[in-house]
């Protein structure tokens, strides 16, 4: 992803431009979780939506599913993780699809396995639904499909307090971030025929030091310092990203929920 204005680029790409890999509210921790719940095996055709940089693709096509497809909606996105993951190689069970998550034309229950980090948190309302029906539309019955996504607590929030964590976020991450309850995210799955199987929390600190180091290691966490500190409009971007983030610590978590057909 090129970004030409910092200013108005959106916050995960900028810190992928830093170097960042892991972009996912729960860090390592919850992704690798995700993928060990859904126990990814040689027998399994996997479809993720929204790849992002790859990071989750990588571990999970190296468990060598029988088949694995990644979905996203922008078509420079799809490019890079052909030459990245593939070396712009036709790979028989390995491709990704430039097609919405909400519509993407894979035929009805022709895979056992899907997930997504971090995109329906993206979403309004209508189209988070839209996207829970899809993947349900192709999940053979007994498939599982996995999110890892920010949840909002407590329950009790007023609307005028979810509203001022949502415009922050907006205006701090350049994203209309829309994060649920964790009772929203259940009923959203559950209203579309899943049945819950797991739900595990994760405290949200993306950028704070002790998540930076556990999730990229030592020497990765320094050159992204070295690149932050070196590109002063991307660490003004940064800055502002992590201080929102703060702010809001004790409403926001991370949460991962795993759902059955």
């Known amino acids: 992803m090129i970004i030409t204005n910092f200013e108005s680029a959106q916050g995960h790409w900028i810190l992928a431009k830093m170097g960042k890999r892991v972009l996912r509210p729960g860090g390592k921790e919850l992704t690798l979780q995700l993928i060990d719940a859904l126990n990814v095996s040689d027998k399994d055709d996997v479809v993720e939506f929204a790849p992002g940089i790859g990071y989750t693709a990588s571990i999970v096509i190296g468990k060598k599913p029988r088949s694995y497809i990644g979905v996203d909606a922008e078509a420079d996105i799809v490019a890079d993780l052909k030459e990245k993951i593939n070396g712009n190689q036709v790979i028989e069970n390995i491709s990704f699809l ?3 998550a ?3 034309n894979l035929m009805a229950e022709s895979k056992n396995k899907v997930y997504g980090e971090a995109m329906l948190t993206m979403q309004s309302e209508p189209r988070k639904t839209e996207i829970v ?4 539309r192709i999940l053979q019955k007994g498939g599982l499909y996995a999110i890892h996504e920010i949840a909002l607590e ?3 929030l007023t609307t005028d307090e979810k509203n001022s964590i949502l415009k922050d976020l907006a205006q701090t991450i350049k994203v209309n ?3 649920l309850t964790t009772g929203e995210w259940r009923e959203l799955l559950e209203k579309e025929g899943f049945k819950i199987k797991k739900v595990v929390h994760n405290d949200m600190l993306l950028l704070e030091i002790k998540r930076l180091i556990d999730d990229e ?3 990765r966490f320094l050159k992204i310092v070295c690149n932050v500190l070196t590109h002063p409009q991307a660490r003004k971007r940064i800055i502002k990203m992590r201080k929102a983030f703060k702010r809001h610590q004790k409403n926001m978590k991370a949460i991962l929920i795993v759902a059955e057909k």
């Open 98 to 100: 430039h097609a919405n």
């Open 102 to 104: 909400a519509q993407t």
């Open 133 to 136: 029906k899809e993947a349900y």
């Open 154 to 156: 407590p329950v009790s």
């Open 177 to 179: 971030a829309r994060p």
């Open 217 to 219: 290691g030592f020497f």
